[in-house]
DNA sequence: TTAGGGTTAACT
DNA sequence: AGTTAACCCTAA
């Protein structure tokens, strides 16, 4: 009845994520309590924490809501296992190398939703940024929130490029998952993706490199050519010098066809 | 206390 | 309609 729904402020969103930063995700209690964001976080609950945080690594992470997954398909008769996850990500780079240049950061213009790929250099600031402390921070802690950042930004940025292409992420295996314990929270979702991000940006390297080694040897193969010509023109030329020095009358026909 | 599933208000 | 985010409940 009092409380319609209360919204979180970036203010509140920003001392969360510092308090993630310091004391770790799942110590909500200990976020809440902490004398730096309990002025700001005075009205949230840990718990109301914790589903805040899960709210922005889902929403971040891109891959839809967490009741998306439910439902693993009454079908799936087995036979077809489902194209493998690294077989498709074998595709993915080429999107990904795509997005790597470093030009867009501010570029999207229409929508701040989608995730725009950040360089290192741009995450630095970002985190320097958000940190915002007066003299600077520390390279772990920079490191730190990056990583943080990583989880449910970038990783999201290369991971839905990667998975796009896929309709059904299969996340369920078989239907061992309620079982399993492996499945905890962010070490489910983050491990994956950041292999996944990882493999993609290998390939896309060496596609990069290999792209170059590739212009290089066409632009060799191009002066060696110039080279080739050129000798050959000089042969020609000071042939035909030595033939008109000494009288010979010759025309264009005859040496555009090399006929004399 | 926390993780995770579930419910509901507030959106598009 | 469907989606998202805040809130609630409960087992461990």
Not at 37 to 48: E, H, K
Not at 65 to 90: C, E, F, G
Not at 236 to 256: D, N
């Amino acid at each position: 009845m009092g409380a319609p729904k209360q919204k979180w402020t970036s203010e509140e969103e920003e001392a969360l994520r510092r308090g993630v930063l310091k004391h770790g995700a799942g110590k909500w209690r200990t976020i809440q309590k902490d004398p730096e964001f309990s002025p700001v976080l005075s009205s949230r609950s840990n718990i109301d924490l914790k589903d805040k945080w899960r709210n922005l690594s889902f929403s971040a992470s891109g891959l839809g809501s967490r009741d998306k997954l439910r439902v693993p398909r009454p079908k799936a008769p087995s036979s077809s296992p489902s194209p493998s996850p690294q077989l498709l990500l074998l595709s993915a780079p080429n999107n990904v190398a795509e997005a790597s240049p470093p030009e867009d950061c501010e570029k999207s213009p229409q929508d701040d939703k989608t995730p725009s790929p950040k360089l290192y250099s741009s995450m630095i600031l970002e985190a320097l940024d958000e940190l915002k402390e007066p003299n600077g921070s520390e390279v772990a802690t920079i490191c730190n929130f990056i990583e943080i950042d990583k989880s449910y930004k970038l990783t999201d940025s290369y991971a839905k490029r990667a998975l796009a292409p896929m309709k059904d992420p299969s996340l369920k295996k078989k239907d061992s998952a309620k079982s399993s314990k492996a499945a905890k929270g962010l070490g489910q979702l983050s491990p994956a993706l950041d292999a996944a991000e990882a493999a993609a940006m290998k390939v896309a390297d060496a596609e990069a490199k290999s792209h170059l080694a590739n212009e290089h040897m066409m632009e060799v193969e191009r002066i060696g050519k110039m080279a080739e010509e050129t000798e050959s023109l000089l042969e020609l030329a000071s042939e035909l010098y030595e033939r008109c020095s000494r009288g010979e009358a010759l025309t264009i026909l005859q040496v555009a066809h090399r006929e004399f």
